[in-house]
């Protein structure tokens, strides 16, 4: 494999992971302190990306570098967009970092974005943090236009794909899909009138099985069948919300 890299082609990784209340989305630290007035001090978050190898698609690229940030390979992932504004990288803070690593700084970044339970990612230190998606921090490069078109692209999907899933244990109640769809939409959605929308769709698939462990009663749990959902799927949405 070559792994020189293409100085102008990057891929960013935008995940999201759903906490059961919130969505969130999954930040590295970026810092550099160059110790002289002449240069700002670097102290933001950023989403993970690298350049792409020379020998490496674009998702291999994209698996590569979510895989060294969680550990995990088995997601859904999409790619969604190629942000290739000249005057992506511009200010002081921004060209600083790319001149100290060396790269070039009119890059082309293709976007992807990662799904799943934010339960799933075992965070190695305080470098990388799951951040609210309604309460970004101070995000460098051109990192918080990418995370909004992610989610405008999200919110598109969840309501034609059964992308919402993803979010979710491969067991779940009602409850908790509800509040997936409510944190997604960031709307309120009437409890009854959801559980009858969602029962009636027959690739949810009750289990013999309950959600133990609560104080509240224990709660019918459900799985999602990909293979009932293939065969009946239209292109309308998955519940009617």
């Known amino acids: 494999m070559d792994f020189r890299k293409i100085p102008n082609i990057?891929?960013?990784c935008v995940v999201l992971g759903f906490d059961g209340t919130d969505i969130n989305i999954l930040l590295?630290?970026?810092t550099l302190h160059m110790y002289d007035e002449k240069y700002p001090v670097v102290d933001d978050w950023i989403l993970t990306g690298n350049h792409v190898y020379k020998s490496e698609r674009l998702d291999e690229s994209a698996l590569r570098i979510f895989k060294d940030l969680t550990g995990l390979k088995d997601v859904y992932m999409k790619q969604f967009r190629t942000f290739g504004n000249p005057e992506r990288i511009k200010n002081d803070k921004d060209l600083l970092w790319v001149k100290s690593r060396g790269t070039d700084p009119r890059?082309?970044?293709?976007?992807?974005?990662f799904l799943l339970p934010s339960s799933q990612v075992i965070l190695k230190d305080n470098n990388t943090q799951w951040f609210s998606i309604n309460k970004l921090p101070q995000l460098g490069f051109d990192h918080k236009e990418i995370i909004a078109r992610a989610y405008t692209d999200l919110r598109q999907k969840v309501?034609?794909?059964?992308?919402i899933f993803e979010f979710?244990?491969?067991k779940f109640t009602l409850n908790e899909l509800q509040l997936a769809y409510e944190a997604i939409l960031d709307i309120q959605i009437d409890n009854r009138n959801f559980r009858k929308k969602a029962i009636s769709k027959t690739y949810i698939v009750p289990l013999d099985e309950k959600r133990v462990g609560?104080?509240?009663k224990p709660a019918q749990l459900y799985m999602f069948s990909r293979d009932i959902y293939t065969k009946i799927s239209t292109?309308?949405?998955?519940?009617?919300?």
């Open 107 to 113: 890059t082309m970044s293709v976007a992807y974005y």
């Open 28 to 30: 590295s630290k970026r």
């Open 159 to 163: 309501m034609s794909e059964p992308v």
């Open 214 to 216: 609560t104080s509240k």
């Open 168 to 170: 979710l244990e491969d």
């Open 235 to 241: 292109k309308h949405s998955v519940i009617n919300i």
């Open 10 to 12: 990057s891929v960013d």
